[in-house]
């Protein structure tokens, strides 16, 4: 029996939740995509609402791997400080898309939740990778704290989007119909 077999429920749980997230993600982004769009759209898509689907997909990777009948410990460590690495890279490029964009000035909830806990999870699950060195219970419980981090960030983004475009844009929206023409 490996230091996986106790975490095979957790991973089923976290991973599923995440495979179903990223199908409501999509269509949430169907049913918005009528809402006109203003300038800097894009640039905020990728900033605000792509990293969405990264953080789910990595959870989903991850239980799927963690799910996997592996012999040891070495190569789910493998796999998961890999996909901490690749994590902190693009957190860090999410964090510069998010400066970068111009149509939304971000607050400080929004830093938090697209920069600093993705790269906070991110970097969890590298240290984690380097742990199972020296404490392979201890490393489990920083991947699977990660795993749920990101769930959560992802959970939280996803809300944060959708209710900003329901209740902002789409008020926008109405009152720029209801203006009388110049």
Not at 111 to 135: E, I, K
Request: glycine share 8%; proline share 4%; net charge positive.
């Amino acid at each position: 029996m490996t230091a996986l077999a106790g975490w095979q429920n957790f991973y089923v749980i976290v991973g599923s939740s995440a495979g179903a997230l990223i199908g409501l993600q999509f269509v949430v982004m169907a049913l918005i995509a009528t809402l006109p769009r203003g300038s800097g759209s894009a640039q905020a898509g990728a900033a605000f609402a792509t990293p969405n689907i990264i953080h789910f997909g990595a959870v989903l990777l991850l239980s799927a791997a963690l799910c996997a009948p592996w012999q040891g410990i070495g190569s789910p460590a493998l796999v998961w400080g890999l996909i901490g690495l690749a994590g902190i890279i693009y957190a860090s490029i999410t964090a510069w898309r998010v400066r970068r964009q111009t149509a939304y000035k971000p607050v400080l909830e929004d830093w938090l939740f697209h920069a600093v806990l993705p790269l906070a999870a991110y970097a969890l699950l590298a240290a984690a990778a380097y742990a199972t060195r020296y404490h392979v219970r201890t490393a489990l419980f920083g991947v699977g704290t990660a795993a749920l981090l990101l769930l959560f960030i992802g959970i939280h983004n996803a809300w944060d989007a959708t209710t900003y475009h329901v209740f902002v844009q789409r008020q926008r929206s109405q009152e720029a119909d209801q203006r009388p023409p110049d």
